[in-house]
């Protein structure tokens, strides 16, 4: 085994004991939270390591990253997740390798991501970014909409050929009545979820949660968490 793979491994192991003590608190079955493993600034080498270790579920934040690394990957039977703020001049690249965009917010974004889609015959899962620093009918400084405006973002996703709404995310805020309660944030994320199910009950995914954060995450009733840090270690600076 190499040194990467070993410490790829040791690491996972970690994280996997850290969401079964999660459930275990919560009263929740392990097999209800997936683990999405963020590979960005890794190279594709890792997520080939990662798939060995039987991770399936990988995302990235950036196209240009993103794009040539899944190529790389194809091979592979994994899930793409795109989780960074998207541009519509992307939408066309990421949609030929993302399965599911957890950062839809604003209808623009909704247009592209369907002509694309559709275009490529495939469809896309979509999740609606929820900004919980983001004042009404705003967007929040990490991007995503206030709580006011996801159901009318939503019924756009869903009625939009190529795409499948999918559910909601979010981000720990850094700012605004949030800033450092993570959990409460993800309580109140669960509370526009529930929302949101009684309009669309397919929309059942909760993306929440990131290293620092998945405890809070999986006892506020995220379906998805989203790691890095804690499986590939401390990132290089961004190029």
């Known amino acids: 085994m190499t040194d990467r793979r070993a410490e790829l491994a040791a690491n996972l192991a970690r994280v996997e004991e850290r969401i079964a003590t999660a459930c275990d608190a919560a009263g929740r079955?392990?097999?209800?939270?997936?683990?999405?493993?963020?590979?960005?600034?890794?190279?594709?080498?890792?997520?080939?390591?990662?798939?060995?270790?039987?991770?399936?579920?990988?995302?990235?934040?950036?196209?240009?990253?993103?794009?040539?690394?899944?190529?790389?990957?194809?091979?592979?039977?994994?899930?793409?997740?795109?989780?960074?703020?998207?541009?519509?001049?992307?939408?066309?690249?990421?949609?030929?390798?993302?399965?599911?965009?957890?950062?839809?917010?604003?209808?623009?974004?909704?247009?592209?991501?369907?002509?694309?889609?559709?275009?490529?015959?495939?469809?896309?899962?979509?999740?609606?970014?929820?900004?919980?620093?983001?004042?009404?009918?705003?967007?929040?400084?990490?991007?995503?909409?206030?709580?006011?405006?996801?159901?009318?973002?939503?019924?756009?996703?869903?009625?939009?050929?190529?795409?499948?709404?999918?559910?909601?995310?979010t981000v720990a805020p850094l700012e605004g009545p949030y800033r450092g309660q993570p959990r409460a944030a993800f309580d109140r994320l669960a509370e526009i979820a529930s929302g949101l199910r009684a309009a669309h009950p397919a929309a059942t995914m909760v993306s929440a949660g990131m290293s620092a954060d998945l405890e809070q995450a999986v006892a506020a009733g995220a379906t998805h968490v989203r790691v890095g840090t804690a499986v590939l270690g401390v990132r290089p600076g961004l190029r």
Request: with cysteine; hydrophobic share 45%.
């Open 29 to 169: 079955d392990r097999k209800d939270v997936t683990l999405v493993v963020v590979t960005k600034t890794y190279p594709a080498s890792d997520v080939r390591l990662l798939s060995e270790l039987g991770v399936r579920q990988v995302a990235e934040n950036r196209d240009q990253d993103a794009a040539p690394k899944a190529a790389a990957c194809a091979d592979l039977s994994l899930t793409w997740h795109f989780v960074g703020q998207l541009q519509t001049n992307k939408v066309r690249s990421v949609v030929g390798y993302a399965d599911v965009v957890h950062s839809v917010d604003r209808l623009r974004l909704v247009g592209a991501l369907s002509t694309a889609a559709a275009a490529r015959g495939r469809e896309v899962g979509c999740l609606v970014q929820v900004a919980l620093d983001a004042e009404s009918g705003t967007q929040g400084s990490r991007g995503g909409v206030a709580p006011d405006v996801v159901d009318g973002l939503a019924d756009a996703i869903a009625a939009a050929p190529g795409l499948r709404l999918d559910g909601l995310m």
